[in-house]
T-cell receptor, first 114, second 111 residues
Framework: EAQVTQNPRYLITVTGKKLTVTCSQNMNHEYMSWYRQDPGLGLRQIYYSMNVEVTDKGDVPEGYKVSRKEKRNFPLILESPSPNQTSLYFC?????????????FGPGTRLTVT | DAKTTQPTSMDCAEGRAANLPCNHSTISGNEYVYWYRQIHSQGPQYIIHGLKNNETNEMASLIITEDRKSSTLILPHATLRDTAVYYCIVWGTSGTYKYIFGTGTRLKVLA
């Protein structure tokens, strides 16, 4: 089954404790992306990657890091989480080789930073 | 800045057509119009996309104006399960490759 998986689905952590949210896709997609969603603000793109070792900032990259060492994986790293990073996070992927280029989204990770 | 403008919320009676408008006056020639929807806090789901012609699939129809500055997503026979937030996005395979979702339209289908 074609899918995007994220782990963990729920995470409660404390300020300053480094964490990684994993994202993996099994569709051989070139494009991968991370979003955060906060009440009333819709989805905002954090980082995206157009292929292995190619990443770029979205609209809200501050406080986050990403890496794309393998095509299927695109982890989101919070080196020193703060309470304002409490949010619902989505990973997504899409092909860039042929249309319609629609994004496939993971189920989301709900992060709480206390 | 959002590249699209959508109404914040809309209601629609069950069984009637839901027409969701979107303005994208700054769309460039090689950008597509995409529609996604998000039910509760699930991951958004792709609905349909188009470049300049009207499009139809099993979920919806997309009407794009001739000048491409606006579009309308049509759910022909809305059901209660269509209650969701609908996002209109413009995106293309040239330029920045960023996605800008905006805040979408919250559609409530009423029984």
């Amino acid at each position: 089954e074609a899918q995007v998986t994220q782990n963990p689905r729920y995470l409660i952590t404390v300020t300053g404790k480094k964490l990684t949210v994993t994202c993996s896709q099994n569709m051989n997609h070139e494009y991968m992306s991370w979003y955060r969603q906060d009440p009333g603000l819709g989805l905002r793109q954090i980082y995206y990657s157009m292929n292995v070792e190619v990443t770029d900032k979205g609209d809200v990259p501050e406080g986050y890091k990403v890496s794309r060492k393998e095509k299927r994986n695109f982890p989101l790293i919070l080196e020193s989480p703060s309470p304002n990073q409490t949010s619902l996070y989505f990973c997504a992927s899409s092909t860039l080789t042929a249309g319609p280029y629609e994004q496939y989204f993971g189920p989301g990770t709900r992060l709480t930073v206390t | 800045d959002a590249k699209t403008t959508q109404p914040t919320s809309m209601d629609c009676a069950e069984g009637r057509a839901a027409n969701l408008p979107c303005n994208h006056s700054t769309i460039s020639g090689n950008e597509y119009v995409y529609w996604y929807r998000q039910i509760h806090s699930q991951g958004p789901q792709y609905i349909i996309h188009g470049l300049k012609n009207n499009e139809t699939n099993e979920m919806a129809s997309l009407i794009i104006t001739e000048d491409r500055k606006s579009s309308t997503l049509i759910l022909p026979h809305a059901t209660l399960r269509d209650t969701a937030v609908y996002y209109c996005i413009v995106w293309g395979t040239s330029g920045t490759y960023k996605y800008i979702f905006g805040t979408g339209t919250r559609l409530k289908v009423l029984a």
